[in-house]
């Protein structure tokens, strides 16, 4: 069983598929025993074929596809529920997320296992995207705090490192992993967030806009609180956990 399962959903991001197993391979080989899974959210570009290639000569890489897109939520499911470790990492397949962060995450994790947390959560700080992302993020995120006070300031961040059983005992839904914390932190877990580099996109383009980050996610939002109000954890420690 690998210390660590890192598994990274992908749709259409061939230009950037060696580029990150290489930094993944540069942050974690000899530092755990890991094992990699990429999951091809029905990529009509090259990103399979790229993947396969790579995979010939890297054992330790994973490949679940799907023969159509069914959301960057199902993807990273899919690759959480056919992991081997109990301690999942995930990060987006764009390169903007720093691989070399992961190790500061999994450490948190372990170091804090014993006071009940569950999720180290990525804080991109200094945000290298276009203003419209940046905008649209900072509206989402102050909404989504605001209302489901999940003590978390970057809940869209792709890097975290998490509990796989904590993960697989909350209710599933489109669009879960943007609210992560709030459904760890109501099933009884406790939350941290870290501060990790952020890049800006070097290859391909971002498949988000604006609309996907505000209007979808309010409507998601009024579904959390749904769930919250029938799932609540009868004792939940509230602290401030930023690191």
Partial sequence: ?????????????????RLLIDEVR?????????????????SSDSTLEILEEVQTGLPLLHIISHESGVGQSTAVRTGITNARSPVIATLDGDGQNDPADIKALFDTLIKYADTGVVLVN??????KDTFIKRLSSRLANGIRGWLLDDDTPDTGCGLKVFNREA???????????????????????????VEVNHRERQLGSSHY???????????????????????????????????
């Avoid at 069983?1 to 598929?17: A, F, G, K, R, W």
């Avoid at 697989?168 to 992560?180: G, N």
């Avoid at 409507?219 to 956990?241: Q, Y």
């Fill in 1 to 17: 069983m690998p210390d660590l399962s890192v598994v990274i959903p992908v749709q259409n991001e061939e230009e950037n598929i």
């Fill in 209 to 243: 806009g604006f609309f996907d980050r505000l209007w979808v996610g309010i409507f998601d939002i009024m579904g959390v609180i749904w769930l919250k109000s029938r799932t609540t954890h009868p004792v939940v420690a509230k602290e401030k956990n930023k690191v």
């Fill in 167 to 193: 993960y697989l005992d909350i209710p599933f839904f489109d669009h879960l992993h943007r609210f992560l914390p709030a459904m760890m932190i109501n099933g009884g877990g406790r939350v941290m967030s």
């Fill in 26 to 42: 540069q942050a974690l080989d000899g530092v755990l025993d890991y094992e990699l899974i990429y999951v091809n959210d029905g």
């Fill in 122 to 127: 990525g804080y991109r700080k200094n945000r």
